[in-house]
């Protein structure tokens, strides 16, 4: 296997699949990466909306932060601060529901040495350092809502465009009042970089899935 390891900038339209997308995307600010802090959030205008297919490989930018880069969709903002490089979707704050949060050195960075303690990323309960608030859509912003139980629901491998391959983990989340979210997790514990959903917008499945295969560690110092 080979070797497991507040500038904000936004990139012209993103385009979905075929069919018309309801107006409004939700909006949701959120504080820290793992934790469950208070947040806003704004509903879209229609409950669900269909799944949005990934750019062509030309609409896609390339945003970096401490030598690490990925690929950015057309539409999807960026927002580098605090050592995190968010990419958010479109029609939302950065670093909001949805968002991926590339994060450098991630447990050197973190209080509590997470994901990497105890190799968290292979634990049911290690989907976040702080697990005691939903993140569901419904109820990120009241933030007092609390988590019943989380299920590791995938945890293998996926391969990046430098070569090296991350622990990639996903959970399913079950909140108190019944809501449900998902987080994601590509993990690279000895080069300590950090690819990170902290609550996954179904619509965007699969473009989270090319951001994460485009991650490319070659000009970062470990």
Request: hydrophobic share 35%; with cysteine.
């Amino acid at each position: 296997m080979a070797g497991i390891h507040g500038r904000r900038r936004r990139v012209r339209a993103a385009r979905v699949g075929t069919g018309t997308v309801a107006a409004a995307a939700a909006l949701l600010l959120l504080a820290a990466c793992s934790g469950g802090s208070e947040a806003e959030l704004q509903l879209g205008e229609s409950g669900s909306l269909p799944a949005a297919e990934p750019p062509a490989p030309e609409e896609f930018a390339t945003e970096s932060i401490e030598g690490v880069s990925v690929k950015v969709p057309e539409g999807w903002q960026t927002q580098s601060e605090g050592g995190v490089l968010c990419v958010s979707p479109p029609g939302q704050e950065p670093c909001g529901y949805g968002s991926v949060q590339l994060t450098p050195h991630a447990a050197e960075k973190h209080p509590q040495s997470w994901p990497g303690e105890g190799e968290a990323f292979t634990k049911d309960d290690g989907w976040a350092a702080d697990t005691g608030s939903c993140r569901s859509l419904n109820t990120a912003a009241s933030g007092g809502i609390g988590v019943e139980g989380a299920e590791l629901a995938v945890s293998d491998f996926t391969d990046h465009a430098d070569g090296l391959t991350s622990h990639h983990s996903v959970w399913n989340v079950s909140c108190v009042n019944g809501d449900t979210f998902e987080v994601r997790m590509w993990f690279l514990p000895v080069s300590d970089v950090l690819l990170y959903v902290w609550s996954a917008d179904s619509q965007y499945s699969a473009v989270y899935d090319e951001i994460a295969l485009s991650m490319d560690t070659s000009e970062y110092q470990s």
